[in-house]
């Protein structure tokens, strides 16, 4: 009698450096690979449109280079915790393996699951495979955690350095017959009325082979120029490697190890550093997404929200051309340049005092790349109630920001050269009056966290 192994994949949809799958095939048993769609469970956030389809695709990616490698992948529907219990019982396994992620609600799941099927006596073990350090690894002199960046990311440098990563197995002993799977058309994971993604198809092939190779290209091509590139929109020098980290199908061990010794490579390891950071600060703040960090913040007088300001800023309709220009590349591709996303998403909060609550709502359900860390906590660094945030008080003119990085307008030209003219507000006014509903934040005194 084989006693099969699970391995659950959540946002590692990789066969690399999978520590997870590794443990599997070390066990010498038939392997069953699931994925579970889970939008059910208390705390769960549903994907946005654009993470749909990225899923939609990567898993289509890998479950045929899974069923090459002599496995298959099982795909089931609703709450985790029912539906993991419910592929034991079907296949008869005694393991189960993943690994780990770190959002509040995710480790309740997470953690529930393995007291539960330990106590039916089975075989469980999580791993690190999406972070190069734990979170509650990486601590300051005092035992405490980080809310500032570079002691963060110089602790992690002192640390050992990330663990080398796995080759990716050349053949499966996958269960056979493989237990019953969703069809993944049935999810309806990809636009249809209207089919909004040919944007994104033009743009992105997802999966872990694409992802491989653009990993190679940036190293071999870009990395050379990226400090001294990575600012300008136009200049294509940053890896574009977000949504590939986001879904997983690169390891941050993998990229990191590859990209070590590169010229350059300090900057950009870096910015890996700030994704580190981001799920540093959730994994110790769950509530990253809807409540203000610095809770001085509760008491910003957002004024009552115009919808029309908001749609033309979600439109790329507001008359700032790299404003626009920045929401159509989004609304296209499912991507925004990071100096872009800084300047729309302060335009947002700072020249239409919106809640960034709004903003973030808005590239969760657009960015191909939307994760529960990085895009809540790049929010309140905007908005200034973050970690390490910038001051509110320094409002970006987002006129002078396309003169300094886009100075010959090519991205604008790219993105925006049919968007309206006439500015929706004056900039020079609406600084003033975020500047005015600041200082009702540094009056007031903070509310205990
Ligand atoms: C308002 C706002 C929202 C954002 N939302 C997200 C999001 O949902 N998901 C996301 O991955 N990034 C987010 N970012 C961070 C950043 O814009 C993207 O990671 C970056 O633009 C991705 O492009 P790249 O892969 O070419 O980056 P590169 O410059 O090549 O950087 C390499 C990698 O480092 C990481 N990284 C870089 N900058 C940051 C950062 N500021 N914070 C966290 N990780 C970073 C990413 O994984 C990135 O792929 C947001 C930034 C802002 C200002």
Same mark, same amino acid.
């Given at each position: 009698?084989?006693?099969?192994?699970?391995? &659950?994949?959540?946002?590692?949809?990789?066969?690399?450096?999978? $520590?997870?799958?590794?443990?599997?095939?070390?066990?010498?048993?038939?392997?069953?690979?699931?994925?579970?769609?889970?939008?059910?469970?208390?705390?769960?956030?549903?994907?946005?449109?654009?993470?749909?389809?990225?899923?939609?695709?990567?898993?289509?990616?890998?479950?045929?280079?899974?069923?090459?490698?002599?496995?298959?992948?099982?795909?089931?529907?609703?709450?985790?915790?029912?539906?993991?219990?419910?592929? =034991?019982?079907?296949?008869?396994?005694?393991? =189960?393996?993943?690994?780990?992620?770190?959002?509040?609600?995710?480790?309740?799941?997470?953690?529930?699951?393995?007291?539960?099927?330990?106590?039916?006596?089975?075989?469980?073990?999580?791993?690190?495979?999406?972070?190069?350090?734990? $979170?509650?690894?990486?601590?300051?002199?005092?035992?405490?955690?980080?809310?500032?960046?570079?002691?963060? &990311?110089?602790?992690?440098?002192?640390?050992?350095?990330?663990?080398?990563?796995?080759?990716?197995?050349?053949?499966?002993?996958?269960?056979?017959?493989?237990?019953?799977?969703?069809?993944?058309?049935?999810?309806?994971?990809?636009?249809?009325?209207?089919?909004?993604?040919?944007?994104?198809?033009?743009?992105?092939?997802?999966?872990?082979?694409?992802?491989?190779?653009?990993?190679?290209?940036? /190293?071999?091509?870009?990395?050379?120029?990226?400090?001294?590139?990575?600012?300008?929109?136009?200049?294509?020098?940053?890896?574009?490697?977000?949504?590939?980290?986001?879904?997983?199908?690169?390891?941050?061990?993998?990229? &990191?190890?590859?990209?070590?010794?590169?010229?350059?490579?300090?900057?950009?390891?870096?910015?890996?550093?700030?994704?580190?950071?981001?799920?540093?600060?959730?994994?110790?703040?769950?509530?990253?997404?809807?409540?203000?960090?610095?809770?001085?913040?509760?008491?910003?007088?957002?004024?009552?929200?115009?919808?029309?300001?908001?749609?033309?800023?979600?439109?790329?309709?507001?008359?700032?051309? /790299?404003?626009?220009?920045?929401?159509?590349?989004?609304?296209?591709?499912?991507?925004?340049?990071?100096?872009?996303?800084?300047?729309?998403?302060?335009?947002?909060?700072?020249?239409?005092?919106?809640?960034?609550?709004?903003?973030?709502? &808005?590239?969760?359900?657009?960015?191909?790349?939307?994760?529960?860390?990085?895009? $809540?906590?790049?929010?309140?660094?905007?908005?200034?109630?973050?970690?390490?945030?910038?001051?509110?008080?320094?409002?970006?003119?987002?006129?002078?920001?396309?003169?300094?990085?886009?100075?010959?307008?090519?991205?604008?030209?790219?993105?925006?050269?049919?968007?309206?003219?006439?500015?929706? =507000?004056?900039?020079?006014?609406?600084?003033?009056?975020?500047?005015?509903?600041?200082?009702?934040?540094?009056?007031?005194?903070?509310?205990?966290?």
């Amino acid at each position: 009698m084989s006693s099969p192994s699970i391995v &659950w994949l959540r946002d590692d949809l990789r066969l690399a450096d999978n $520590p997870a799958l590794r443990a599997a095939i070390d066990r010498d048993e038939p392997i069953v690979v699931l994925y579970v769609l889970d939008e059910e469970s208390p705390g769960i956030r549903p994907f946005g449109g654009a993470a749909r389809w990225w899923l939609h695709h990567s898993l289509a990616s890998l479950s045929g280079r899974l069923h090459d490698l002599g496995a298959t992948l099982t795909l089931r529907r609703g709450p985790a915790e029912r539906v993991v219990r419910e592929a =034991v019982a079907d296949t008869g396994a005694s393991a =189960v393996f993943w690994n780990r992620r770190y959002g509040g609600a995710e480790r309740d799941i997470d953690a529930a699951l393995k007291t539960s099927l330990r106590d039916d006596g089975l075989e469980i073990a999580s791993f690190a495979g999406s972070l190069l350090h734990e $979170p509650w690894t990486v601590k300051t002199g005092s035992g405490t955690h980080f809310s500032v960046f570079t002691p963060f &990311w110089r602790a992690c440098l002192a640390l050992p350095a990330p663990r080398a990563p796995l080759p990716a197995p050349r053949s499966l002993n996958g269960l056979s017959p493989g237990p019953a799977s969703d069809d993944l058309d049935d999810w309806d994971l990809l636009p249809t009325r209207p089919d909004w993604a040919g944007g994104l198809r033009d743009t992105w092939e997802p999966g872990e082979p694409a992802a491989r190779a653009r990993l190679r290209s940036f /190293l071999h091509d870009d990395i050379g120029t990226y400090d001294r590139a990575r600012d300008e929109p136009s200049a294509g020098a940053t890896s574009l490697l977000s949504p590939r980290l986001r879904w997983g199908e690169l390891s941050p061990f993998t990229v &990191w190890h590859e990209a070590v010794d590169a010229h350059g490579a300090a900057g950009f390891l870096s910015e890996l550093g700030w994704r580190e950071f981001a799920w540093h600060t959730v994994f110790h703040s769950p509530d990253l997404a809807t409540v203000n960090l610095r809770r001085q913040f509760d008491a910003f007088p957002w004024p009552p929200l115009d919808p029309a300001q908001l749609a033309a800023w979600q439109r790329g309709a507001t008359g700032i051309p /790299l404003v626009d220009a920045g929401m159509r590349e989004l609304w296209h591709t499912g991507f925004m340049h990071n100096r872009v996303r800084m300047v729309t998403a302060s335009f947002l909060v700072k020249n239409l005092l919106i809640d960034w609550r709004r903003g973030e709502e &808005w590239f969760w359900d657009t960015l191909v790349d939307a994760d529960g860390a990085s895009n $809540p906590f790049n929010w309140q660094w905007v908005a200034g109630s973050g970690a390490d945030a910038a001051p509110y008080f320094r409002v970006f003119n987002p006129d002078l920001q396309a003169k300094k990085f886009d100075p010959h307008g090519l991205y604008i030209s790219e993105w925006a050269a049919d968007a309206p003219t006439e500015p929706i =507000v004056d900039l020079a006014a609406t600084r003033k009056a975020a500047l005015a509903a600041y200082d009702v934040v540094k009056r007031s005194s903070p509310a205990p966290s």
